[in-house]
């Protein structure tokens, strides 16, 4: 168990729609960091917030938004899906903002069907 | 060309063998390497972690990272079955404000058959 939560662990839902998936970093860390995992990109950065400010943005779509709250847990916001967007999404953490070690959840996996 | 290489696989082993798993990258500011491993329907987990060129060792595992050629690797001693899983390489690319991200590469599936 790395310590990370993501719920929920499996969202389906339909082309058009706004989901939210959730993630709760492990007990003292900083940092969450998003990726999407598909079969054909593999595992792709999307963002980093640190102590509730963004700090880096990778490969994110413009329909696709996070924040982090106060008590550090973090929400990434996907919105007009299409069936593109049916991937597992991880959240990560570490302690800091710097090069440390990522500890993932283990993932939601959003079908747009 | 992807920043990271790594065979796909599968790679299919007898319980108890050695197996070794490679990685190649062409950026040279890639500063941590990481070696992760994923099992069906969970998140990667965390395996070894190194900077510098050389060998580490834990338990049955050891990274090894060579700088100078872009390549790194994770030999497993006595494979068990429970190893069968997806192996992941990473690597933290500088961005911006000491941020990093982390550039996987594909993974490579192993099978440790008993």
């Known amino acids: 168990d790395s310590g990370v939560t993501q719920t929920p662990k499996h969202l389906i839902t339909a082309t058009g729609q706004r989901v939210t998936l959730r993630c709760s970093p492990r007990s003292g860390d900083l940092s969450v960091y998003w990726y999407q995992q598909s079969l054909d990109q593999g595992l792709q950065f999307l963002i980093q917030?640190?102590?509730?400010?963004?700090?880096a943005k990778g490969n994110i779509l413009e329909r696709f938004s996070a924040q982090q709250f106060p008590d550090l847990h973090s929400e990434l916001n996907l919105s007009s899906l299409e069936l593109g967007d049916s991937a597992l999404y991880f959240c990560a953490s570490s302690l800091g903002q710097g090069n440390q070690p990522q500890h993932f959840g283990d993932g939601t996996r959003l079908s747009i069907l | 060309q992807k920043e990271v290489e790594q065979d796909p696989g599968p790679l299919s082993v007898p319980e108890g063998a050695i197996v070794s798993l490679n990685c190649t990258y062409s950026n040279s500011a890639f500063q941590y390497f990481m070696w992760y491993r994923q099992y069906s329907r969970k998140g990667p987990e965390l395996l070894m972690y190194t900077y510098s060129s050389g060998n580490k060792e834990d338990g049955r595992f050891t990274a090894q990272v060579d700088k100078s050629s872009k390549y790194i690797s994770l030999f497993i001693r006595d494979s068990q079955p429970s190893d069968s899983a997806t192996y992941l390489c990473?690597?933290?690319?500088?961005?911006?404000?000491?941020?990093?991200?982390?550039?996987f590469g594909s993974g490579t599936r192993l099978l440790v058959r008993p």
């Open positions: 990473a690597m933290s690319d500088p961005i911006k404000d000491s941020s990093y991200k982390l550039i």
């Open positions: 917030y640190y102590n509730g400010e963004e700090r």
